[in-house]
């Protein structure tokens, strides 16, 4: 039960950009409502069968990174950083020690960037991934380099991917693709 409540309080933060979205009349994409969809049929499935969740977490994580890096990022387009930082911050607390193996972490506004991520440009997006085993770090750099993105390893093992905000959806949907092959 305790997996799912995390994931459960992020897809409602995700849920409530995409209404918040719509209220500024911005058209939610097919493939995002069909994400948001699986995400919540997964976590039911995880909820019914605790013996599933080797195959269901990581694809619900899938879904629940992919949809927040695109809301995200659409989403900075028309609200104020503080607003984004607010829904940022919810996702972040709602992951904390429910999803140790999470593909993608939350892109931070600029706000937030200049605090914590030192080299990259203001300008830029970012994410930070955690190399699974289904997506080793060499293939993390290759999918970056082909992507035009600038990456850099952290002690962690994480790897910081910064580019232009267009780029940075690209490789969040090879990752996806990658990862659930």
């Given at each position: ?63 629940l990174g992919s949809l927040e890096a ?47 991520i030192t080299g990259v440009p203001r ?59």
């Amino acid at each position: 039960m305790g997996l799912s409540m995390g994931y459960e309080a992020v897809w409602k933060v995700l849920e409530e950009i995409v209404i918040e979205l719509r209220k500024k009349g911005v058209a939610t994409p097919p493939n995002v409502m069909n994400d948001l969809k699986s995400a919540k049929i997964l976590m039911k499935v995880l909820d019914a069968s605790e013996s599933d969740r080797g195959e269901t977490a990581p694809k619900i994580e899938q879904y629940l990174g992919s949809l927040e890096a695109y809301l995200v990022t659409e989403a900075q387009k028309l609200f104020p950083s503080g607003r984004i930082d607010t829904w940022l911050k919810r996702i972040e607390t709602a992951n904390y020690g429910t999803c140790p193996t999470c593909i993608v972490e939350p892109a931070k506004t600029e706000k937030t960037e200049t605090k914590f991520i030192t080299g990259v440009p203001r300008e830029q997006k970012w994410i930070r991934v955690k190399p699974l085993p289904s997506l080793p770090a060499e293939q993390l750099k290759q999918l970056a380099e082909e992507t035009n993105l600038s990456f850099r390893e952290e002690q962690d093992g994480h790897l910081i991917i910064h580019g232009d905000a267009e780029n940075i959806k690209k490789i969040v949907k090879k990752m996806t693709e990658q990862a659930s092959k």
